[in-house]
């Protein structure tokens, strides 16, 4: 584990926070590239479950995946909320923008690290190595994702092997 430098243990990070179900979940804003309404997904043969398809984003063609699903709860279904977080995933140096669903987009929240507990060992459905920690606000709980962990290298080259490139 690589260990943290005390100038990063004391940076305040601001967090996109965003719902799934009754969970509310946080991506370092870093990591988001911008928020769009839900819009039509392709679906395109052959992928994962939790790959819901492809959109068309300014003429490059972007991964949609259904968090929801990835992390073992039902398919998201499309409400007034629901929306596309675009985020940039990064595996093994190798960079893919990709959509995350979600339920509802909350807000930018700061956090100080005073207010970031590691992730529990148990009682959670998700994967430890899917979050980087629990952030604490008033009194609720808010699991912060670590998005670069969230899909392994070979689920990410399924995602872009099926990808076409766009005006090529």
Known sequence: MASMSVAEMTQTTQYLTFKLGDEVFALDIT???EVLDFTTVTKVPRTPEFMRGVINLRGS???????R???????TE?????????????VDNDTTILGALSDS???????EPGNIAPAPKIGTKLKTEFIKG????????????????????DELA????????VGA
């Open 31 to 33: 990591k988001v590239r």
């Open 61 to 67: 063609v972007v991964p949609v995946v259904d968090l």
């Open 69 to 75: 699903l990835k992390f073992g709860m039902s398919k």
């Open 78 to 90: 499309n409400g007034v909320n629901t929306c596309i977080i675009i985020t940039e995933v990064t």
């Open 105 to 111: 987009v909350q807000e930018v929240l700061d956090l």
């Open 134 to 153: 629990m952030g604490k606000r008033d009194d609720r709980f808010i699991i912060i994702l670590d998005i670069d962990k969230v899909f392994s290298t």
């Open 158 to 165: 399924t995602l872009q092997a099926d990808q076409p490139t």
